[in-house]
């Protein structure tokens, strides 16, 4: 019998209270599986990256080993997608002409020109912390004009992605529609205390900042507690819900950029509109066009966890890499950014990443 939300609040508060690129200690990893037999996701994958090709493998090659090679004052950087454009000519003319349209002064213009061109030109090894100011006032500027056209859609992966991440980490059991009927909870409105909505959705790989970890954490916990007393409804139930903040932080926009200048995580940030149109585009490829969703419902492989709190970060730590190019992407193209082939393929990666997480976290709890 499913516990009511009174005992659930209960028990977490009590619990609260009392291969891309891999960090080399984790408390989560591939490297600890015995059984890597390609399945049909990874199948899929080699098969895009025989389509890219030797040139495109490489250009993700140097994609990969220049956000390795970042200064941490880059990493941390307010609006570090408007910085990467350095690396790019077309997106660089883009920012460029987004700040003719802005209504100030030919000379504010011209300062902000100026600015931004200086940041291009030292970037990546040359900045500080003092270039932080001049990113946090241009950076919603560059932003607000680029999708001024554009609302709000939602922030959140998508109900059927949390479902979905969740039912296929359930490996057949006759449990999983628990886990599935859960796993979107977290995103209604009044599951969580006021001024946690956002940041318990979040973990900033590069400031450690966000509630996502300690929140995975305790239902996982709390799901262990059922499984031992026999209460297999409501293990998967709190597996759910779990498993929704490992899966958020394997969205590139749940693991970097919401946090301001000095650290502090900032709502407003994490529901920009270049947040809300990249769900939308997740959302909208999720069972067709890309589909997303097959790499979920098709993965057989897992990463053992043994921490869920380390996990989300471990799995944070992937997604944020991925950030930079696809703020970009969203920023100079929000109509079209979805048919550039890396937006895709970073997506799936992370996707097919998350996918993995799951299955660990499920077997940590059940196990």
Known sequence: MIKNKMEIGILILAMLVGMALIPPAMASTE???????????????????????????????DYLELQASLPDVVKQMPYSGLA???TDPESQAIKMGYIDNFDVSKKEKKRYKAGLQDIWDRYPNNITTDDYAF????????????????????????????????????????YASYAEDAADDPDVSGFELPGYRYYNHYWDAYWHVGGAPGCCDAYAG?????????????????????????????????????????????????TSNNHDLYEQYISNNWGSGANFGSYVSSNTQSITVTDPEQAVKDNADYSAQYYDYIWDKVNNHPDTFGSYFYVQYYTLLCVQKTAKYNHGLYDYIMT
């Open 31 to 61: 490297e600890q599986q015995t059984n890597l037999t390609k399945d049909p996701v990874q199948l899929k994958i080699e098969a895009l990256e025989a389509e890219m090709g030797e040139e495109g493998m490489k250009e993700v090659a």
């Open 84 to 86: 990467f454009a350095a």
């Open 222 to 270: 709390g799901a262990q507690i059922w499984a031992d007393n026999g209460r297999m409804a409501d293990a998967h139930h709190d597996f759910g819900i779990s498993s929704h903040y490992l899966s958020d932080a394997g969205n590139p926009f749940h693991s970097k950029g919401a946090v301001d200048q000095v650290g502090n995580f900032v709502a407003n940030l994490f």
């Open 135 to 174: 990113m946090s006032e241009l950076g919603p500027m560059i932003e607000e004009e680029a999708l001024k056209e554009y609302l709000v859609v939602g922030v959140r992966w998508y109900a059927n992605s949390h479902q979905d991440f969740a039912y296929y980490a359930c490996d057949g059991s006759a």
